[in-house]
């Protein structure tokens, strides 16, 4: 039987471009040293940079959603041809009035049927015209032996917590997508978070995940806050291209170019956006662990 991912913070890593909007590898390398996909390339890229410092046993989840069931399963291939370790998997997006339930159920029964690893459902409607899996449906999945976990973006979390009690995280792992909900999952039942404010806070999330390990549930509910304010600061500064500016100014690495058509963040106005002064205090924090 597949296994999911140990419970845990897990982070859907940005990647760093040149201006011409091909990899820049030094810092793609420093980001994910930091933190310790196209496609194949930057698996590889990941797997073999931490595999080269020492941390071979940090799992690489690959993005592997595509708009084929065919394109998706060749994808899930390369993944595990290029070191990935379990595939993350969203719902087609194309023709959304032709994903009834029973289409949405079959595609990911197939992709998994399909796929050489471990497969993850990600519900994420922002990104897939709006398209949102109920519990009920994610728990159909669930029942699939290569079927292993999932990842809510969606916020929902009533839904998290009926999938919680319906399953165990070790025989289907429930992740939210989001750091604003990261203890208020926990204290649900969730395996932890893969969420995109990690890229900028690695050790503060692994410092409020060892805080409600440790039952200290007061200290993690007072840096949950903070989390809460940077997950929207963030959004407002401009989602990835605003993450690839803090890092950039931050953390010593990588350009703030991203591929069109999202527009690039200037690291040198950061400052006139009054969303910027919320980070700058985590950031503070974040460097003194």
Known sequence: ???????????????????????????????????????????????????????QTVL?????????????KQLCIDAKDAGASHVLVLTP???????????????????????????MIYNFPVVTAGQDL??????TLAKHPNIVGTKLSCGNMGKLHRLTTRFSSSEFAVYAGRSDLL????????????????NVLPKLHVRLFQLYQEGKIAEAMELQG???????????????????????????????????PLKAVDTER??????YKVMEEVITLEKKL
């Open 1 to 55: 039987m597949s296994l999911a991912p140990p419970p845990g913070i897990y982070v859907p890593a940005v990647l760093f471009f040149q201006e011409n909007e091909d990899f820049d590898v030094p810092a793609i390398q420093s980001h994910v040293l930091r933190l310790a996909h196209e496609r194949k390339e930057a698996i590889q890229l990941t797997r073999k940079t931490l595999d080269d410092n020492g941390f």
């Open 226 to 260: 903070k989390f809460a304010h940077a997950d929207w600061a963030i959004g407002r500064i401009g989602g990835i291209g605003g993450v690839k500016a803090i890092v950039s100014k931050n953390f010593g690495y990588g350009s703030t170019t991203v591929r069109g």
């Open 183 to 198: 203890t208020q999952g926990l204290l649900s039942g969730s395996a932890g978070a893969i969420a995109a404010l990690v």
């Open 93 to 119: 997006s194309t023709w959304p009035p032709q994903m009834s339930v029973e289409n949405i159920i079959r595609f990911h029964q197939e992709v998994a049927d399909a796929s050489p690893i471990p497969v």
């Open 134 to 139: 109920d519990s009920d449906t994610i728990a």
């Open 60 to 72: 690489v989840i690959a993005g592997t959603g595509a708009q084929s069931t065919r394109e998706t």
């Open 270 to 275: 950061l400052h006139e956006n009054r969303h």
